[in-house]
């Protein structure tokens, strides 16, 4: 030990010898009170709390496996299903756009199709995104939306056919 350290235990062990049994005991009490309080906070409560919240995540990573499944499930059937020839394909996006009102405008490209959006509500253009996946097997390769008023704005790619 060096001689500072040294030094200090030794006037620590006066000071120990210098107090009364009654004292000592008091000394001793708080000691053991301090370290349970920081083994609760350093040890058994974080572990505690990981034991308890663990049925609530592991309840939610289990959705989340069987959205997944459902949604691996649903992509190998698209795929074993034949493709739709490309004027049904756009008949779809084309009805699925309608729904969307003058929130939606559609411009087909080639194998890609473009939806622009103005103020669309979320809930509509997930079911449009459904509708085109079943329908017309298109699938979104790009996304640019910005929340404007009550819904989005911009503007969605999707892939029709094999195209990329």
């Known amino acids: 030990m060096s001689g500072a350290t040294s030094e200090a235990l030794t006037t620590l062990r006066a000071r120990w010898a210098g107090l009364s049994a009654r004292e000592r005991q008091g000394v001793t009490l708080a000691a053991v009170v301090v370290g349970l309080a920081l083994l609760w906070v350093v040890a058994v409560q974080p572990a505690w709390r990981t034991v308890r919240s663990a049925p609530a995540q592991q309840a939610q990573l289990d959705a989340a496996w069987q959205r997944m499944q459902r949604d691996a499930a649903e992509a190998k059937r698209?795929?074993?299903l034949p493709p739709v020839a490309p004027a049904l394909a756009a008949q779809t996006l084309q009805a699925?756009?309608?729904?969307?009102g003058d929130a939606g405008k559609l411009s087909l490209q080639g194998e890609r199709a473009v939806l622009t959006l103005t103020e669309a509500n979320g809930d509509a253009?997930?079911?449009?995104?459904a509708e085109v996946r079943r329908?017309?097997?298109?699938?979104?390769?790009?996304?640019?939306?910005e929340a404007a008023g009550d819904g989005?704005?911009?503007r969605i790619t999707?892939?029709?056919g094999g195209g990329a």
């Not at 253009?125 to 995104?129: F, R, S, V």
């Open 135 to 145: 329908g017309a097997r298109a699938r979104a390769i790009e996304a640019r939306l």
């Open 96 to 100: 699925a756009t309608t729904r969307l």
């Open 78 to 80: 698209l795929r074993a």
């Open 158 to 160: 999707v892939a029709i």
């Open 152 to 154: 989005y704005s911009g």
């Open 125 to 129: 253009i997930a079911q449009w995104l």
